[in-house]
T-cell receptor, first 116, second 111 residues
Framework: DAGVIQSPRHEVTEMGQEVTLRCKPI?????LFWYRQTMMRGLELLIY????????DSGMPEDRFSAKMPNASFSTLKIQPSEPRDSAVYFC??????????????FGPGTRLLVL | DQQVKQNSPSLSVQEGRISILNCDYT??????FLWYKKYPAEGPTFLIS???IKDKNEDGRFTVFLNKSAKHLSLHIVPSQPGDSAVYFC??????????WGAGTKLIIKP
C-alpha cells in the first residue's frame, strides 16, 4: 500500500482565497484524522471520521474550516476564506481500529500551507 | 490545559550514549500511550507504545517505561544513532479514541 496520500504537498495562496486539502487514507482503514501543526500550538486534532461520518469536530478552529469524507477513500479539508494565521502544516492520518484497540495512526506527508 | 506534557523542547545527546525523553500526563484515565517520531517534511511515524497494564515495553534499541503513580513515561534509546535525530512526540489515548499529543521534543544526536 502507498500509505496515506495527501495533496498538494505545498500550497501558497493569498488571503481570502479558498483552499482545499485532499487526503486518501490507507485502504481498509475506517478512521481518518485531520491535524494541524504550528510552532505555537504543536500538533492539534481538527476533526476525525469513522466510516466516513464525522465524529468529533471540536478541534476545528472556526466556521471557515470544513471537512468532508464522501467515501472511504477520500477526504477534503477546506478553508474559506483563508487567512495568514491558517499557515501551518496539515496532516491527514488513518487507522484501522476503534476505542480499546489501540491501533496506531498512519500519517501522510502533510500539506504545507502558506497564506500571504 | 495540556493533558500530555513534554517539558523539554530539545535534547542533545552524544552518539552511542543513551537518550531519555520524558513525558508527563495529568489524566489517570489514560490507558495507552504511544511515541511517534517525526523527521522534517514528513508526517509522524509510530515508534513504540505501552499499555497501562505494563510498566515497560522494549523494541530493539527503544524502551518505553511507564510509571502510573507518577503519571510519567519515558522513552530510552540506546545506543543513540545519528538517524535518531528527529522530533519525538508522546501521545495518550483519551476518550473517543482521540490521541492527546505532547508538544514534542527535538532530539539531536551529536557525532
Amino acid at each position: 500500500d502507498a500509505g496515506v496520500i495527501q495533496s498538494p504537498r505545498h500550497e501558497v495562496t493569498e488571503m481570502g482565497q479558498e483552499v482545499t486539502l485532499r487526503c486518501k487514507p490507507i485502504s481498509g482503514h475506517d478512521y481518518l484524522f485531520w491535524y494541524r501543526q504550528t510552532m505555537m500550538r504543536g500538533l492539534e486534532l481538527l476533526i476525525y471520521f469513522n466510516n466516513n461520518v464525522p465524529i468529533d469536530d471540536s478541534g476545528m478552529p472556526e466556521d471557515r474550516f470544513s471537512a468532508k469524507m464522501p467515501n472511504a477513500s477520500f477526504s477534503t479539508l477546506k478553508i474559506q476564506p483563508s487567512e495568514p494565521r491558517d499557515s501551518a502544516v496539515y496532516f491527514c492520518a488513518s487507522s484501522i481500529g476503534g476505542k480499546g484497540l489501540q491501533e496506531t495512526q498512519y500519517f501522510g506527508p502533510g500539506t504545507r500551507l502558506l497564506v500571504l | 490545559d495540556q493533558q500530555v506534557k513534554q517539558n523539554s523542547p530539545s535534547l542533545s545527546v552524544q552518539e552511542g550514549r543513551i537518550s531519555i525523553l520524558n513525558c508527563d500526563y495529568t489524566n489517570s484515565m489514560f490507558d495507552y500511550f504511544l511515541w511517534y517520531k517525526k523527521y522534517p517534511a514528513e508526517g509522524p511515524t509510530f515508534l513504540i507504545s505501552i499499555s497501562s497494564i505494563k510498566d515497560k515495553n522494549e523494541d530493539g534499541r527503544f524502551t518505553v517505561f511507564l510509571n502510573k503513580s507518577a503519571k510519567h513515561l519515558s522513552l530510552h534509546i540506546v545506543p543513540s544513532q545519528p538517524g535518531d535525530s528527529a522530533v519525538y512526540f508522546c501521545a495518550a489515548i483519551g476518550s473517543n479514541y482521540q490521541l492527546i499529543w505532547g508538544a514534542g521534543t527535538k532530539l539531536i544526536i551529536k557525532p
